[in-house]
T-cell receptor
Framework: KQEVTQIPAALSVPEGENLVLNCSFT??????LQWFRQDPGKGLTSLLL?????REQTSGRLNASLDKSSGRSTLYIAASQPGDSATYLC??????????FGPGTRLSVLP | GAGVSQTPSNKVTEKGKYVELRCDPI?????LYWYRQSLGQGPEFLIY????????DSGLPNDRFFAVRPEGSVSTLKIQRTERGDSAVYLC???????????????FGPGTRLTVL
């Protein structure tokens, strides 16, 4: 059974710092991996989708990498801003199954 | 363009009652998913529709939970004989395709917060 973990559970950084969020999954046989952000009391907003054949995806200040063989993905946020404060979730789609989510990393960017 | 919408936004009910939660996906999206999210945790998969049929309902916790999508658009999640443990945020998502090997980006609604007293 696929399991997804995220480290750290919470992170607080000053504005302007670059930071890395980590996602690990136990079964490397996946179709794709998706990173989301969730603001308090809101639904999930898709940030980046990485197909199993890809190594990374970039969108603005965000860069997500995927290393299937080691079961890891990282989300890199450059020049963090207070508006980046949210919970960041990664989800993997194992072959033949639906998305499995990690518990999330709660990020606070302090002005 | 409209995103995924869910109604009601909040639902408070008493233990043992029946509830229905509605999801209106993005127009043209053939795949629709229901998830349940408890406080401090990631969403937990419940059921996935491709068109009108439930392609995977392996996440439904028991037979009190049922979902339909009769016309391939709007979906309703139905919970019978609600229990306090059913309290959670129920999220709906849709995507352009649900075919094996080409899963697209999922777009989520704001969720329905269900509280069972």
């Amino acid at each position: 059974k696929q399991e997804v973990t995220q480290i750290p559970a919470a992170l607080s950084v000053p504005e302007g710092e670059n930071l890395v969020l980590n996602c690990s999954f136990t079964d490397s046989a996946i179709y794709n991996l998706q990173w989301f952000r969730q603001d308090p009391g809101k639904g999930l907003t898709s940030l980046l989708l990485i197909q199993s054949s890809q190594r990374e995806q970039t969108s603005g200040r965000l860069n997500a990498s995927l290393d299937k063989s080691s079961g890891r993905s990282t989300l890199y946020i450059a020049a963090s801003q207070p508006g980046d404060s949210a919970t960041y979730l990664c989800a993997v789609r194992p072959r033949g199954q639906n998305f499995v989510f990690g518990p999330g990393t709660r990020l606070s960017v302090l002005p | 363009g409209a995103g995924v919408s869910q109604t009601p936004s909040n639902k408070v009910t008493e233990k043992g009652k029946y509830v229905e939660l509605r999801c209106d996906p993005i127009s043209g999206h053939t795949a629709l998913y229901w998830y349940r999210q408890s406080l401090g945790q990631g969403p937990e998969f419940l059921i996935y529709f491709q068109g009108t049929g439930a392609a995977d309902d392996s996440g439904l916790p028991n037979d009190r939970f049922f979902a339909v999508r009769p016309e391939g658009s709007v979906s309703t999640l139905k919970i019978q004989r609600t229990e306090r443990g059913d309290s959670a945020v129920y999220l709906c998502a849709s995507s352009e395709t649900g075919t094996s090997g080409s899963w697209g980006t999922q777009y989520f609604g704001p969720g329905t917060r269900l509280t069972v007293l």
